[in-house]
């Protein structure tokens, strides 16, 4: 395998929700026979590849998860996929810095072939993806066009939901028990999307068992939530766990099936907690409210949107955001006469503001109050690493103040 390609794979991952830069990117030249040609859908179809590709390189059911196999999976999975900080995915899988930036190259290794073996036409191993079924590529579909909305809920409250949901279905002999602690903190999720993974998986256990168990602990900075049935084989419906699976990791979680003792199984997600950072994201690019969505989806960020200057405005007084980022062509107010009025007004005036824009002008977005600035098409790194520092910065910008115009 050529190392350029590898090189260039893992460019593609570190930019895996950039649709800008994924459009051109040096990678789709090397595999244009598995991406298609049409301009408006190749940044699309290669972040599918890619993340498709990395499942196929989750282990097969039985195996044990402690294995190394399972640690690049979800090594890769969680950097690239999940969007998770080298330090959380350290406490998640239990090892050493180290050892994860060893269990990533081998992944990256792996996957690399998997991918090059697919351009040279080559024999696909046991380990390709198998052709997605259609119901999933149509939530796939569908979930690309999500406006993902998350907003801290009850996990009380999404399971009551969910078994409402399941009552009409229910029978008299199956049973669910619901056991959660009193302290579980709110989880920041979409109510709809968990509902529905919620709804699949409780659905598949009440199929398989007379007794479902569901209960919930809080984990560091995530909930994780346990389905637990008798004598239940996950496996007999794999494209119900696999859809669950997709709806709970577009909004930053995880799901794992563990073994129990006599053969059974049982399902764990892991949802993040409510995040404490609020940003604002202005722009009245919807693809760009998508993307910032994703970038923050794992990182406990809580997102807004706002689409206009003017309701930008409305609603920085309203809920006062801990940061904003701020586009600079927009219709109607731009970008600087929103800073302007931001900087101007006493209610607003002191939450950080990070410019993003395709105009070349940090040095006047600072003069004009703003706290930094980036260039579009924004890292997810660099945006990540901004955020940071900005808010926790202990003193905000100066705006210079507007010359003084004498009457005569």
Known sequence: ???????????????????????????????????????????????????????????????PSTSPEWRSYLALRYRYVQGMSMWQIENELGISLRQLQRELHEGLDALSQVLWDMRIGGTPDSTQAQPTPSELQELQNELSQWQLTRKPCAVKALIEDTLWML??????????????????????????????????????????????LITANRRHRHVEIILQ??????????????????????????????????????????????????????????????????????????VIHAYSG????????????????????????????????????????DIPVVVCSVLREPDLALSLGARAYLKKPVDRLELLATLARVRGSAAPAQATPPPKIEER
């Open 1 to 63: 395998m050529d190392p350029t390609f590898r090189k260039q794979v893992k460019d593609a991952l570190e930019h895996l929700y950039d649709t800008a830069y994924l459009q051109v990117h040096p990678l789709l030249s090397q595999i244009t026979d598995i991406i298609p040609a049409d301009q408006t859908t190749r940044a699309q179809k290669l972040r599918g590849l890619l993340k498709d590709t990395i499942e196929a390189l989750r282990p097969q059911q039985g195996s």
């Open 310 to 349: 003017q309701e930008a405005l409305q609603l920085a007084a309203e809920t006062h955001p801990d940061l904003i980022t701020l586009d600079v062509m927009m219709p109607h107010i731009d970008g600087w006469q929103i800073l302007r009025d931001l900087t101007q007004d006493e209610n607003t005036r």
């Open 229 to 302: 049935g008798r004598q239940s084989d996950i496996q007999a419906s794999v494209l119900d766990v696999q859809m669950a699976d997709l709806l709970i990791s577009q909004q930053g979680g995880t799901l794992a099936i563990q073994e129990l003792p006599e053969g059974a199984k049982q399902v764990v997600l892991n949802l993040p907690c409510s995040a404490q950072t609020r940003v604002m994201v202005i722009d009245d690019n919807q693809a760009i409210h998508r993307l910032f969505e994703r970038y923050l989806a794992t990182q406990h960020y809580d």
């Open 167 to 212: 009552k009409p279905t229910l029978g008299q002999a199956t049973s669910v028990q619901v056991t959660l602690p009193d302290d579980l903190p709110p989880v920041l999720v979409d109510s709809t999307l968990t509902c529905q993974a919620l709804l699949k998986l409780t659905r598949l256990l009440t199929q398989q068992s007379d007794s479902v």
